[in-house]
Each structure stands twice: as C-alpha cells, then as structure tokens.
C-alpha cells in the first residue's frame, strides 16, 4: 500500500493541472547605458608583415585579426567609455631595417600612440631593442 500512495503522488506531480502557469525566467540584466558624449581617440600602431616575400607567412591574417578585434572594443559601451579606439597601421614586408623605419614615423608623427603591434618577430625584435630608448 506504501508503494501506491508514492506512485500517485508522483503522478499528481508530474500531471500539470489545468491552472498550471509556465514557469517564467528572469531576464538578462539590462547592460549599463552611459550618456553620449564626444569621444576621444585613443591610437595604437601597427606594424604587419602584409607584403614582402620574405619572413613569416601568416603575416596577412595579422591586419584583419587586429581590426576586427578594435571593431569588437569599439561596439562594446562597457569597455573604454568616452573613448575610440583607432589603429594606423603600415606594413613592414617583414624586413627589419623597413620595420625600424615606420616605427619612428609611428613615434613621431602625431596623434600620439598608446603602444605598438607587431606581427614578425624579426621586425619585433628590432623594435624591441629601440623602444627602451622612449
């Protein structure tokens, strides 16, 4: 007799009533909107290997990964408000002495750069050893 009062209640459990309501959830919470206001620029440089026979191969897949992530900062409110990320960028063909070069136009050309990319590590090394100068 036990085994049978189990066995119905479990069925009073599992049959929904006619009254029954859908279970709801909880909405995401809504994300954070910060007032429009006039953005800064904020500017990173870069220095990819897009062209050149030499060096590394996979240097053109470096431009299009760092643009779509700056695209990824930009559309996000939450990361940097108030601020735009930008990238000039110029190609070193993965050539030391060409990659030294655009580094100082980088540095001394305004705007002002926060930091600088590189995608070839012969090319990074060299500006690796000229940066403890700035």
């Not at 800064?40 to 643009?67: E, R, S, V």
């Not at 050539?95 to 540095?107: H, K, R």
Request: hydrophobic share 40%; with cysteine.
């Amino acid at each position: 007799m036990v085994a049978g009062v189990h066995l119905g209640v479990l069925l009073v459990l599992l049959v929904p009533s006619e009254n029954a309501v859908p279970p709801t959830f909880p909405k995401e919470p809504p994300v954070p909107s910060h007032p429009k206001v006039q953005e800064k620029d904020l500017y990173i440089g870069a220095i990819f290997p897009i062209n050149g026979t030499g060096g590394w191969l996979g240097g053109q897949g470096c431009l299009p990964a760092a643009l779509m992530a700056l695209d990824d900062v930009n559309a996000r409110p939450d990361l940097l408000p108030g601020y735009h990320m930008k990238m000039p960028y110029y190609d070193s063909q993965c050539n030391p002495g060409l990659g030294a070069s655009v580094m100082y136009d980088l540095l001394y050309n305004p705007p002002q750069k926060l930091m600088l990319l590189g995608g070839c590590s012969i090319v990074c090394s060299t500006i690796a050893e000229a940066a403890k100068m700035w």
